[in-house]
């Protein structure tokens, strides 16, 4: 049995599954609307209930976290209006319980990803990747228009761009969903800043020849050239305008070990990679997102990645 954690929406998980059906993997899939109920947990065995189906860790032989969250099923109580405090414990003990039931699937001998690896900070990430020897941009996290304006000063040759430092990709605000760009900022728009803002995210501007999208998973790496005439900074707003080129690209070694070194160091198995080219062919380290789409790169490529990571489970459950 694999238990796989996903959400509804992605299109990447159900190509995996075909292919496990295709190898004849036993599997379960829990999404946000999952019904999962805590059972019981009894001489280091957990057993829960996913849609009515009765699952013992006993059995699961492999984990996949692609994305989403799940929760245990609230048990409703009525309480005296004084009472309403218990309600805080019992809800205390229901995410100590949920917890533990994360910590216990972290042993699976058998997984790809993590519910706490699902939540890297884009910073550490940074920090971590220089360390490793790649190249990073610099960048600043400031909350003060001063702190901006000298930034800003320090790279007035090259630019600056505003970057969101946390994991996501917009937000929803009466039925209308507004996506985080990328964007160059220039010096009225920080003059339009007030004197203090919320924590926010700036980075030098890399002069770009092309971008490449990687994906790591475990020792391999996977890769593509995105090319672009268009002046977007963000290579999202030159997709919806079809203003790009893809081609498959093979990263110098140097940076595919690099590349592998970070992930091992951020305790993860897979990730997908930003990284720019300039004129001069130096490669600059943007971010990694273990949960982040790959089924592009698969496609365009003619990877079968999908295919990988259900050959991977195969080879590595079955007795």
Aim: glycine share 4%; proline share 3%.
């Amino acid at each position: 049995m694999v238990v796989i954690f996903s959400d509804n929406t992605d299109f990447t998980t159900s190509y995996v599954l075909y292919w496990m059906q295709y190898y004849g993997i036993r599997y379960i899939v829990v999404t946000p609307e999952s019904k999962v109920i805590f059972t019981k947990f009894d001489n280091l065995v957990y057993t829960i209930s996913i849609n009515g189906e009765q699952i013992s860790s006993s059995t699961v032989k492999g984990v996949w976290y692609r994305r989403g969250e799940f929760s245990f099923e609230r048990v409703k109580y009525k309480f005296a209006s004084k009472a309403h405090m218990l309600q805080s414990l019992i809800e205390s003990e229901r995410q100590s319980c949920l917890f533990f039931f994360h910590k216990a699937l972290e042993k699976c001998p058998v997984k790809i990803g993590s519910y706490f690896g699902n939540f890297i900070n884009r910073l550490d990430v940074l920090i971590e990747a220089e360390k490793i020897g790649l190249r990073i941009p610099k960048f600043i996290v400031t909350t003060s228009k001063s702190e901006l304006t000298k930034f800003n000063l320090e790279h007035r040759k090259k630019g600056i761009i505003l970057k969101n430092f946390s994991q996501g990709v917009g937000f929803s605000i009466e039925e209308r969903f507004y996506k985080y760009y990328t964007q160059k900022i220039d010096t009225a728009f920080i003059d339009s800043l007030p004197s203090e803002f919320a924590p926010s995210f700036f980075m030098e501007y890399f002069d770009t020849l092309f971008e490449i999208r990687a994906f790591v998973f475990l020792e391999q790496v996977f890769s593509m050239a995105i090319i672009s005439s268009y002046a977007a900074v963000d290579v999202k707003k030159k997709e919806q305008l079809n203003q790009v080129r893809y081609a498959p690209y093979v990263l110098p070694k140097s940076i595919s070990k690099s590349l592998i070194e970070l992930v091992k160091q951020l305790d993860i198995e897979t990730g997908s990679v930003d990284l720019l080219v300039n004129k001069d062919g130096l490669f600059c380290f943007l971010e990694i997102n273990p949960i982040g789409q790959f089924g592009h790169l698969s496609k365009v490529c003619n990877l079968y990645l999908e295919k990988l990571i259900a050959q991977y489970f195969y080879e590595k459950t079955r007795v």
